[in-house]
C-alpha cells in the first residue's frame, strides 16, 4: 500500500498597521521590509491546496490501479499516463512555490541590515531572534523542497513499471516501500518547517509588540 501524501504547509502570518505611520524610523524601516517579505510569499501560499488536490487525484489513480491487478494491461497503462501528468503538474506548482520563497528570502536578506540600525535594545533583540528562526526556516523549506521532489521521482518510477508488460511484483513492491520511506521523511520535514513557520510568525509578533508601532494580524477585522 502506497502511503498517501498531504503537502499543505503554513505560511508566514502578515500584520497590518493599525493606523496610518507618519516619517519613518528604524522600526518601520523593518515593518515594511518584513511585510514585503510575506508578499513575496503569496505565491508560495498560492500552491499549497492545488498540490495537496494533485496528491489526492493521483492517488485515487494508483488506488484504482491496484484495484485492476492484471485483470486490463491496456487500461492500467492508460491510468498510468494519467498520473505521469499529475506529477508534472506537481512539479510545476513546486517550481512556483520554490521561486517564491526564493524570492521572500531574497527580500528578507534585504530587510537584515534595517535590523541593525534598531536602537531599542529588547526590539533589536526580538528582531534578531526572528531573524535566525527564518534563516533556519529558509534551510528547512530546501531540505523540505528536495524531498518531495525525490517522492515525486520514485512515484514516477512506480507509474513506469505499472506500463511494463512483464514487471515483477516484488519490484513494485520494493518500489512501494521506498516511496512510502520517503513520504515519511517528507512528513517529518514539512512538520519541523511548519514549526519554524509557527515560531518565526510569533516571533515576528513579539518583535512588533516590542516598538511603538501598533500592528494586527490582517486577518482580523
Do not use: W
Amino acid at each position: 500500500m502506497k502511503c498517501v501524501g498531504r503537502y499543505i504547509v503554513i505560511g508566514i502570518a502578515a500584520m497590518s498597521l493599525a493606523g496610518c505611520a507618519e516619517g519613518s524610523s528604524p522600526e518601520l524601516e523593518v515593518y515594511n521590509g518584513l511585510e514585503k517579505v510575506v508578499a513575496q510569499e503569496k505565491q508560495f501560499a498560492d500552491q499549497q491546496k492545488p498540490l495537496a488536490d494533485l496528491e489526492q487525484q493521483e492517488n485515487a489513480i494508483y488506488d484504482q490501479i491496484i484495484e485492476l491487478g492484471i485483470k486490463d494491461k491496456k487500461k492500467i497503462k492508460n491510468k498510468a499516463q494519467k498520473a505521469q501528468q499529475l506529477l508534472d503538474e506537481r512539479e510545476s506548482k513546486l517550481q512556483k512555490e520554490e521561486k517564491s520563497i526564493s524570492a521572500s528570502q531574497k527580500q528578507f536578506e534585504a530587510t537584515e541590515p534595517k535590523i541593525q540600525k534598531l536602537e531599542d535594545g529588547k526590539a533589536k533583540e526580538e528582531a534578531l531572534e526572528l531573524s535566525s528562526l527564518m534563516k533556519k526556516r529558509y534551510k528547512a523549506y530546501q531540505s523540505l523542497h528536495d524531498a518531495y521532489l525525490h517522492s515525486i521521482e520514485l512515484d514516477r518510477q512506480l507509474y513506469t513499471l505499472f506500463e511494463k508488460d512483464n514487471v515483477k511484483l516484488e519490484n513494485l513492491e520494493t518500489q512501494i516501500a521506498s516511496i512510502n520511506a520517503t513520504y515519511k521523511e517528507v512528513e517529518k520535514k514539512k512538520e519541523a518547517f511548519n514549526t519554524l513557520t509557527a515560531d518565526y510568525n510569533k516571533a515576528k509578533e513579539d518583535f512588533y509588540n516590542k516598538t511603538k508601532l501598533k500592528v494586527k494580524n490582517s486577518e482580523d477585522k
